[in-house]
C-alpha cells in the first residue's frame, strides 16, 4: 500500500520562553482541530512535497482525524538545552497503531477482494496509484470506521522532539520523531508491505465465505454450472450445493512456511463431502435402473429423474468433510498476495475432482 496522510508542522512559530511550553503548547492543538493553529499545524500529505491544511480536508478526513486523536494525551519528562537547539522527552498515549493499521488494511484487503470477482474490468488495478484522487477519503473512511466499530487499546510511545531557537522564540522542528510521537508510526505501519502476515491475508480471504450467499459462491470460484444438466436445473442444483457448503464451511491453519517472498500455508477446510454426495446418487441410479419406469421412460422424463436424485442426494448426504490444502502466497510491494487457488477451489467445491473420478471408476 502506498500512501496515507502523514501529520507534520507547517513553519508554526511560537513565541516562547521555554522549549517544554513550546511542545506543551504545540501538543496541546491536538485536543483544537478546528482552531487556526491547528490547521497551520498539521499538514496531511502522502510524501511531505505538498501540504495542505486541516481546514482543507473533506468531513469523513477531519472526523477521522479528531477520532483518532480522541485518544492522545501526552507528558514531559525531561528537557536538554544547547544554545540555539534544544531537546525535549515526551511520552504520549494514543490508541494502538499496529492494532488499528491492522483493521484498516484487512477492511482494505476484504474489498480488494470482494471487488476482484465482481468486477468486469480486464484491466489490472494499478498497485502505485493509491494517491489520486478520492483515495485520501477513501483511507480515512477505513480509518473512521475502524475506531468506530474496534475497541482498541492504549499504547504508550516516548520519543525526544528536537527544537530551534530564533529571534528568541523556539520552534518544534518538523520531523519522523513528532510523526511517530503523533501518529504512533500509524502511517510507517500501514506502508509496510509485511503487515498482515501470510496466515493473516489467508484469514481475510476464507472469512468472506463464512457470509456469502450462493450467488457470491459460485461467482467467487468461478462456477456457476457445478453440474451439467439443463440451465434452470443446474442453477437450483448449484444453489443448493452452495447452501450446503456454506453451512458447514470452516478453516484451521496447520502451519506456515515462508522463505524470502514465497509463503506455504497448510490449511484444513472443511466442505461439502462430493464423494458421499455421488456415491449416494450413484446407488440411486441403480436401484432406478431395476424398475420398469426406467425402461420405459424416453429421455426428457430420464433426464428429469436424474436431477430428482441428485437433489435428493444432496439434501440426504451432504456431510461434512475436512481436506487439506496447502495454498501458495507471495510478497510484493503491496504485501502478502494469493497466487494459487486451484487446489482451494476444488476443495471448496467438496473435493470434486476426487468425487468425481470415484464415481466414474465405481
Known amino acids: ?22 511542545v506543551r503548547d504545540s501538543l496541546g492543538l491536538i485536543e483544537q482541530l478546528d482552531s487556526k493553529d491547528a490547521a497551520d499545524l498539521f499538514t496531511p500529505s502522502a510524501s511531505g512535497a505538498q501540504s495542505a491544511s486541516f481546514s482543507d480536508l473533506s468531513d469523513t478526513g477531519r472526523e477521522a482525524l479528531r477520532a483518532y486523536f480522541s485518544g492522545f494525551s501526552f507528558s514531559i519528562l525531561d528537557s536538554h538545552i544547547d544554545g540555539e537547539t534544544a531537546a525535549v522527552d515526551v511520552e504520549a498515549t494514543g490508541f494502538d497503531a499496529d492494532a488499528l493499521a491492522r483493521a ?6 476484504r474489498q480488494e477482494y470482494n471487488e476482484k470477482f465482481s468486477d ?38 516516548r520519543e525526544t522532539l528536537h527544537l530551534t531557537k530564533s529571534r528568541g522564540s523556539w520552534t518544534v522542528i518538523s520531523d519522523s520523531a513528532l510523526r ?78 515462508a522463505e524470502g517472498s ?71 510491494k503491496s504485501g502478502w498476495q494469493i497466487v494459487d487457488t486451484s487446489g482451494l477451489t476444488n476443495a471448496l467445491l467438496g473435493d470434486m475432482t476426487a468425487a468425481t473420478d470415484l464415481f466414474h471408476e465405481s
Open 1 to 22: 500500500m502506498a500512501v496515507l496522510v502523514w501529520f507534520g508542522i507547517a513553519r508554526h512559530v511560537h513565541r516562547l520562553n521555554a522549549p517544554e511550553k513550546a
Open 262 to 332: 514465497v509463503a506455504q500455508v497448510s490449511t484444513q477446510v472443511t466442505v461439502v463431502d462430493m464423494s458421499s454426495v455421488l456415491s449416494s446418487y450413484r446407488q440411486k441410479l441403480i436401484a432406478y435402473a431395476k424398475t420398469t419406469d426406467s425402461i420405459t421412460a424416453d429421455d426428457s422424463a430420464l433426464s428429469r429423474k436424474s436431477v430428482s436424485l441428485l437433489r435428493e442426494a444432496l439434501e440426504e448426504n451432504a456431510d461434512p468433510k475436512t481436506v487439506s490444502v496447502s495454498i501458495r502466497l507471495e510478497n510484493s
Open 120 to 157: 468486469t474490468s480486464t484491466e489490472p488495478p494499478d498497485e502505485d496509484d493509491l494517491s489520486g484522487e478520492g483515495q485520501e477519503d477513501k483511507v480515512f473512511t477505513l480509518m473512521k470506521n475502524a475506531l468506530s466499530d474496534g475497541s482498541f487499546q492504549k499504547t504508550e510511545t
Open 180 to 257: 511517530t510521537l503523533l501518529t504512533g508510526g500509524l502511517i510507517e505501519k500501514l506502508n509496510d508491505p509485511d503487515l498482515l502476515s501470510p496466515e493473516d491475508v489467508l484469514s481475510v480471504y476464507l472469512d468472506r465465505f463464512k457470509t456469502m450467499s450462493p450467488q457470491e459462491w459460485a461467482a467467487e470460484l468461478n462456477s456457476p454450472n457445478l453440474f451439467q444438466t439443463s440451465s434452470q436445473d443446474s442453477e437450483q442444483l448449484s444453489e443448493l450445493f452452495y447452501q450446503k457448503a456454506a453451512s458447514v464451511f470452516k478453516y484451521t491453519t496447520d502451519e506456515v512456511r
Open 104 to 109: 484498516i488494511r484487512k477492511t482494505q484487503l
